[in-house]
């Protein structure tokens, strides 16, 4: 297929962008020069990974009071790295984010894409991107939003990824003409509030050039990739309290919610019909009602209780007692911060089993220690 001019037909886009663009903390408003902090752009772009603008807004605005510049974050300890990030997911974008802040100090940033493709955490959307909003380098970013604009302007049939290369040599003049943040920011802003899944060719600065609009097409393409529907699986998710404190699952070094601090957790949940084991009036108990925990390849149906042991126990293996008081700023995941508001609320284990299902503390007790515990 040939492709007509892109700077002539993508050039209204830049007065719809000037018009149309939403208010971000992290773009400026004069976009022909260079950003004034490309750190600024570093951060925005590493938390976008994989989550929507809404979402990162009031985290990147709560990271940048905390880490303003690259000094501050380089120098920053685990624990309050993960607990600024905590609830984003994909929690080891923090620390790729963290290693590329080092590798800038020691470095400088680098001078062309692939000195920026080198950093940590970042790919070849990420560093197209930093690369033209940044430093104005007309560096092509394809995402999600980009593809979907591209496709259906083109007409391109079947999956779009493949044609990344000729689509970036494609967009090369177009991004020097208009200008590389200009134009990269006007075409993730139509990907996502008027070139959506679901489109509004109405509202679209294109439409008379649009493809996949004038042959009928904007509705289905690009086809949608197929993806492999999460595991569901169900957790008994516990906070169990004793005079030495709450029973902690420390922060592992990968895998799905490495650095954060956890409760311990059985697979399955409890089984119905256990009221029965579960009443110890030498255990105070309660259960709050679950709810459902959803990871990219997961989704959890969370069961979650509570325990106060009278007496003082060692630890199972692989989890620590952490001091009462400390509980409140540790870094956890959604699914573990929700059940820990829950732990720490004045009334907790007060009025009775509470209305979740109930749990079966023997059984529980005999799988963390192998024994029945009181």
Partial sequence: MTFPDAATLLAPLGPWFQAARRPMPWRMDDLDRPHADPYVVLVSELMLQQTQVATVIPYFQRWLARFPDLETLAGAGEDDLHRFWAGLGYYRRARLLQAAARAVLAGGWPRDLAGLQ????????????????????????????????????LALEGDPRPAAPALRTWLTPALVRIGPSRLTQAIMELGATVCAPAPRCPDCPLQGQCRARLEGSAHRLPPAVPRTPPRAIDLLLVAIASPEGWLLRPPAGQGLLAGLWGWPWLEPGPAA????????????????????????????TIHPAGFRLKAPRPAPAGLVWVPAATLRGLPMGKRDQRLREHALAADAFAGGPGSGAPVPWQALAEALWGSPAS
């Fill in 118 to 153: 080198a950093l940590p955490g970042l790919g070849p959307y990420t560093a197209a991107a930093l690369g033209a909003q940044a430093f104005q380098w007309p560096t092509a970013a394809l995402d999600g939003n980009a593809f979907r604009v591209l496709a259906r302007l």
């Fill in 273 to 300: 019909g256990a009221a029965e084991d579960s009443a110890d009036p030498e255990v105070p108990s309660r259960s709050w009602p679950g709810w459902v925990q959803v990871y990219t390849h997961r989704r959890e």
